[in-house]
């Protein structure tokens, strides 16, 4: 099974902030990533699938890059309502389908 | 509106059953492949289960291989999860997601989930 390890774990910003997140597969993924979103009690949230496509109705401030074995989700302005988990996860290779073990972003 | 609804979750004594369910409504459910992935308190995502759109090709996560039965009914929009021999490592928010297929340059088919419920809680405990 491929491994996606997620990076930070928790991270404490403020609003305005610019924030950056990033996933590493175990091996290359080609560019067959999602970004999702959390918030408590929620479910998750598609954001970015293809690491770097924004899915209908995301906002711009986020954005995805990377191919092969190395991503990043960058939030360029962050809101107050972007508080939340974001996990990242492969689809290149299945099953398993696998997760980031998720990055908690925390109020400054 | 896609909405994904899921129910049957309970407390359970380990060793026991218990089958979820998940009513698909605004979509043609026949036509996408279907997912069940959980959340156990604090932790993060673990993938469950995939079944395709005519439920012919069917995968599970090891640890639940063997215990778990996903099915799915296209008549009634309506895809399933049957568990058996409970245990407590299975409590956690059950969600069913929708798998959007996506064709490679290779011509293989990669599914990621764009549609989750709201989930289900799973309790097992004496």
């Known amino acids: 099974a491929i491994r996606i390890t997620q990076s930070p774990s928790s991270l404490s910003a403020s609003t305005g902030d610019r924030v950056t997140i990033t996933c590493r597969a175990s091996?290359?993924?080609?560019?067959?990533l999602a970004w999702y979103q959390q918030k408590p009690g929620k479910a998750p949230k598609l954001l970015i699938y293809?690491?770097?496509t924004l899915q209908s109705g995301v906002p711009s401030r986020f954005s995805g890059s990377g191919s092969g074995t190395d991503f990043t989700l960058t939030i360029s302005c962050l809101q107050s309502e972007d508080f939340a988990t974001y996990y990242c996860?492969?689809?290149?290779?299945?099953?398993?389908?696998?997760f980031g073990q998720g990055t908690k972003v925390e109020i400054k | 509106e896609v909405q994904l609804v899921e129910s049957g979750g309970g407390l359970v004594q380990p060793g026991g059953s218990l089958r979820l369910s998940c009513a698909a409504s605004?979509?043609?459910?026949?036509?996408?492949?279907m997912n069940w992935v959980r959340q156990a308190p604090g932790k993060g995502l673990e993938w469950v289960s995939y079944?395709?759109?005519?439920?012919?090709?069917?995968y599970y996560a090891d640890s639940v291989k063997g215990r778990f039965t996903i099915s799915r009914d296209n008549a009634k929009n309506s895809l399933y999860l049957q568990m058996n021999s409970l245990r407590a490592e299975d409590t956690a928010v059950y969600y069913c997601?929708?798998?959007?297929?996506?064709?490679?340059?290779?011509?293989?088919?990669?599914?990621?989930?764009?549609?989750w419920g709201k989930g289900t809680t799973v309790t097992v405990s004496s």
């Open positions: 996860q492969q689809y290149y290779s299945y099953p398993p389908w696998t």
């Open positions: 091996q290359g993924i080609s560019s067959y």
């Open positions: 079944i395709s759109s005519s439920g012919s090709t069917i």
């Open positions: 997601a929708r798998a959007l297929r996506v064709t490679g340059n290779d011509y293989y088919y990669y599914y990621y989930m764009d549609v």
């Open positions: 293809a690491a770097s």
């Open positions: 605004g979509f043609t459910f026949s036509s996408y492949e």
